[in-house]
């Protein structure tokens, strides 16, 4: 069996949102087994889409992410979240410089990141700041507690930053806007849709430096 990587964070809300700016209206998506069998991500994220939509209701919450992670009948879930990021249809975030760089373009990142709680000025909850940086582009975004499972991963990248550290993940963000722009580097603001454990051999890495 592959070796699929645990979901740590999805947004099903973010995944509609993007889905539905790139692909077309989501209440419309027919999910035929042979497109996502042909390697587009629309088929892929449209499948990935149907899954959560048809097991739960509602935003993700860290007992939906456990689910998709533990659970047979939503195995399809955590082994599409997997393909869509290992797709080469989405651009790896390491190999675009910050002229190439774009909003409204998927991209899949596989680096080190700070995890940094930080509490909302809107609603007075607490939030993860998720910031990457990686060739000539760092990316940072807010994401919800409620949609993070795997606690213990979370709890563990979170002191690895509160100790000037970072900790490996793999994701897939959009790019809402481009906010800062050097001679050698641009930042730019993120939507995070999924993000999963590492690749192996990042993991392995990252424990050899500990």
């Given at each position: 069996?592959?070796?699929?990587?645990?979901?740590?964070?999805?947004?099903?809300?973010?995944?509609?949102?993007v889905?539905?700016?790139?692909?077309?209206?989501?209440?419309?998506?027919?999910?035929?087994?042979?497109?996502?069998?042909?390697?587009?991500?629309?088929?892929?994220?449209?499948?990935?889409?149907?899954?959560?939509?048809?097991?739960?209701?509602?935003?993700?919450t860290?007992?939906?992410?456990?689910?998709?992670?533990?659970?047979?009948?939503?195995?399809?879930?955590?082994?599409?979240?997997?393909?869509?990021?290992?797709?080469d249809?989405?651009?790896?975030?390491?190999?675009?410089?910050?002229?190439?760089?774009?909003?409204?373009?998927?991209?899949?990142?596989?680096?080190?990141?700070?995890?940094?709680?930080?509490?909302?000025?809107?609603?007075?909850q607490?939030?993860?700041?998720?910031?990457?940086?990686?060739?000539?582009?760092?990316f940072?975004?807010?994401?919800?507690?409620?949609?993070?499972?795997r606690?213990?991963?979370?709890?563990?990248?979170?002191?690895?930053?509160?100790?000037?550290?970072?900790?490996?993940?793999?994701?897939?963000?959009?790019?809402?806007?481009l906010?800062?722009?050097?001679?050698?580097?641009?930042?730019?603001?993120?939507?995070?849709?999924?993000?999963?454990?590492?690749?192996?051999?990042?993991?392995?890495?990252?424990?050899?430096?500990?």
């Amino acid at each position: 069996m592959a070796d699929y990587q645990h979901v740590m964070y999805a947004s099903r809300g973010g995944v509609e949102q993007v889905y539905s700016e790139l692909f077309g209206d989501v209440d419309q998506i027919t999910v035929e087994e042979r497109s996502r069998k042909t390697g587009t991500i629309s088929g892929k994220l449209g499948a990935f889409l149907t899954q959560i939509s048809s097991g739960f209701t509602g935003e993700l919450t860290e007992a939906e992410i456990h689910s998709i992670n533990f659970d047979k009948e939503m195995f399809k879930a955590k082994k599409l979240a997997n393909e869509i990021l290992s797709d080469d249809e989405i651009p790896d975030i390491s190999e675009v410089n910050k002229n190439e760089l774009e909003t409204g373009q998927l991209y899949r990142f596989s680096c080190e990141v700070e995890t940094k709680p930080f509490e909302s000025e809107i609603d007075n909850q607490t939030y993860i700041e998720v910031v990457g940086e990686i060739g000539e582009v760092r990316f940072k975004g807010g994401t919800s507690t409620e949609n993070w499972g795997r606690r213990s991963h979370l709890v563990q990248s979170v002191r690895a930053t509160a100790r000037g550290d970072t900790y490996p993940y793999q994701g897939l963000m959009w790019p809402l806007s481009l906010t800062t722009e050097t001679e050698n580097s641009i930042e730019c603001d993120v939507n995070f849709l999924l993000i999963c454990g590492p690749e192996r051999v990042l993991r392995d890495e990252w424990y050899e430096k500990q």
